[in-house]
């Protein structure tokens, strides 16, 4: 078993509060277990077992004075990221700086409830004002600010204001909201069952979603994705980050319905000590993949947000040239749901940082800059990236969206003037029943074709993008017509579901055989020549091996492709070797291949 990437560093055990749930104060320190050299041992050994991610934690670490000067110490010993853990009460301007300097990225700030309820919880009054300053001080900083929720019965009824009241209070410096589940506490009657530590944090979701607040489970005291039925689960999936082969955890183990689960090697099961106070609780074992897929990321949450920040394409444009777009996601989260969905909609907010330095590195390139997401206009900072793209790159900015958000006229107004050329709005259905289907998002088919009225009525150039899918195939030549009738200056991309990432599951239920979608595109193009819609994206990486595209829609494709911009995801047979367009064309994704073959491939004459 390989060491997890992350790894505490416990600096000190003494603490300036004294939290109900906590089981880890202690009134003085081991003299030996804090001194400077064993923490400098502790950072030694956990880089040496191959963790690169270090979380300095206590008792309340800066009640240390040396702490600065750790966190350096750990960044000069290769450390690549630096988390610490504290209730910020000590945290002065000067100090937040300090730290900063010194090498720390992220400050996950004790935040169980709001003003007196707070304090009534960590048993410090006053405490809680003086955390603010301390949060305040450290995004002052630059460090990355996260609240820590912890799930115990006093905070039950204060956990669905908490998003709201602290976004007020720190506006755009939150990156996020990290909920623990306790399962040991000072006072035992602070703990919560299963049930109703899902309940809360059910609660705690919707609210943080109306606060546009992300929330994400703690990797080190989560909650069991079976603690969720599996409908509500659905809400909860990207609060997860479940990395496979995670390390057995002492103290935990796996119990019956276990055995049923898709996630037992993701999961160290359930705490002994729970089950001695509560009994086994009502378990809903992870039995679907998708669901599966959902909870999961490949190695960490901040590898998985660098993979995922930015991507390079290429394509052919209107004139036949070579165009690379560099997409940045400045957003993962979502509004809708869509089962094809590649994108890791569970992961936090990239820092502000990452994405202006992704838009600068797309714009020094010359590349058109596409900003997406999840939904980017979910993102309060939306207009100010498209400003600061349009100030830097003279080439074309587009927005890919599902203009949910865009339903008001102000902000599509205020994305024209801020430089926006290009929406690219998903849509996949003619009809509500069949969009809210493909979207698992009832009701927002309604609010999409508004947000498209509005891009339509402004100067900002509209290209709706069809995914085709088992669900909504039938419906393409339906959607045709829409467009022709309702958004005449729009152009149209399809696009053909792709099992490109682990998140996409291989269902046939989801992802149909070329030849049985094939009559509906070609019947669709054929409407979209006698509409005088324009069609594009079939050519494209995520349309169709060129063999299937009509010739007429295969001549756009007239460029050479990159070797290094498939990743690995196609896969080229023995009729690819024998076709005059291999060098254009990328090929049959893997997925696909797994799901119905490669027997509908043929090679193109010259």
């Not at 204001?161 to 939150?174: V, Y």
């Not at 502000?352 to 800059?369: F, G, H, K, Q």
Request: with cysteine; charged share 25%; glycine share 8%.
């Amino acid at each position: 078993m390989s060491a997890p990437r992350t790894a505490s560093i416990v600096t000190n055990l003494r603490c300036n509060q004294a939290c109900t749930w906590c089981t880890r104060r202690a009134a003085r320190d081991d003299r030996a277990f804090v001194a400077g050299e064993a923490v400098r041992g502790r950072i030694d050994g956990a880089l040496a077992a191959g963790s690169s991610e270090l979380t300095f934690t206590g008792g309340e670490p800066t009640m240390r004075t040396d702490l600065a000067a750790l966190v350096a110490y750990a960044r000069s010993r290769g450390a690549e990221r630096i988390t610490l853990e504290t209730n910020a009460t000590l945290l002065d301007v000067a100090r937040a700086q300090a730290l900063r300097d010194a090498g720390l990225d992220v400050a996950r700030v004790n935040t169980p409830a709001f003003g007196d309820a707070c304090d009534a919880l960590t048993r410090d009054p006053g405490g809680f004002a003086a955390a603010l300053r301390g949060m305040q001080a450290l995004a002052r900083a630059g460090v990355a600010l996260e609240g820590a929720v912890t799930l115990v019965r006093s905070a039950m009824e204060h956990v669905p204001l908490l998003p709201q009241r602290l976004r007020d209070a720190l506006g755009n410096e939150l990156r996020a909201l990290v909920v623990g589940f306790a399962v040991e506490a000072a006072d035992p009657a602070e703990l919560l069952p299963f049930d109703v530590a899902a309940g809360a944090v059910l609660a705690l979701e919707r609210a943080a979603r109306h606060a546009g607040v992300a929330v994400r489970m703690s990797a080190g005291d989560p909650l069991p994705p079976c603690a969720f039925e599996p409908h509500p689960r659905s809400r909860v999936t990207r609060l997860y980050a479940m990395t496979k082969g995670a390390p057995a955890r002492p103290g935990y183990t796996h119990l019956a319905a276990c055995a049923t689960c898709n996630l037992q090697e993701r999961c160290p099961g359930v705490a002994q000590s729970h089950v001695a106070r509560f009994g086994v609780p009502a378990m809903h074992p992870v039995a679907d993949d998708r669901t599966r897929r959902r909870l999961t990321v490949i190695s960490s949450i901040d590898d998985q947000m660098a993979r995922e920040l930015t991507s390079r394409h290429v394509s052919a444009d209107e004139n036949g040239s070579s165009s690379y777009e560099e997409t940045v996601r400045i957003i993962f989260r979502c509004n809708q749901s869509c089962t094809f969905c590649f994108v890791s909609t569970h992961l936090p907010s990239p820092p502000p940082e990452m994405v202006e330095a992704a838009i600068r590195t797309a714009a020094a390139r010359s590349y058109r800059i596409a900003l997406s997401g999840g939904e980017p206009t979910l993102e309060p900072r939306l207009v100010d990236w498209v400003r600061l793209a349009r100030s830097l790159s003279t080439g074309q900015i587009a927005l890919q969206t599902n203009a949910l958000r865009l339903d008001d006229a102000s902000l599509v107004a205020r994305l024209e003037e801020a430089g926006l050329d290009e929406a690219f709005v998903s849509l996949h259905g003619a009809t509500p029943a069949v969009s809210d289907a493909v979207t698992e998002a009832p009701g927002t088919f309604v609010r999409t074709v508004v947000g498209i009225d509005n891009l339509h009525a402004s100067n900002i150039k509209v290209m709706l993008n069809y995914v085709v899918c088992e669900k909504n195939r039938h419906e393409l030549v339906d959607h045709v017509r829409v467009m022709a009738s309702r958004w005449p200056k729009a152009t149209l991309n399809l696009s053909f579901v792709g099992p490109s990432t682990d998140l996409v599951p291989r269902d046939r239920g989801l992802i149909p055989r070329y030849a049985d979608a094939l009559p509906a595109i070609a019947e669709a193009l054929a409407e979209c020549r006698r509409l005088g819609v324009r069609v594009f994206g079939l050519e494209s990486m995520c349309g169709l091996p060129l063999c299937l595209v009509p010739g007429d829609v295969r001549d756009l494709a007239v460029i050479d492709l990159p070797a290094d911009l498939d990743q690995g995801e196609f896969l080229k047979t023995e009729e690819c070797g024998r076709c005059a367009l291999q060098a254009k064309c990328w090929g049959l994704r893997r997925g696909y291949a797994e799901i119905h073959g490669t027997g509908e491939l043929r090679a193109l004459p010259a």
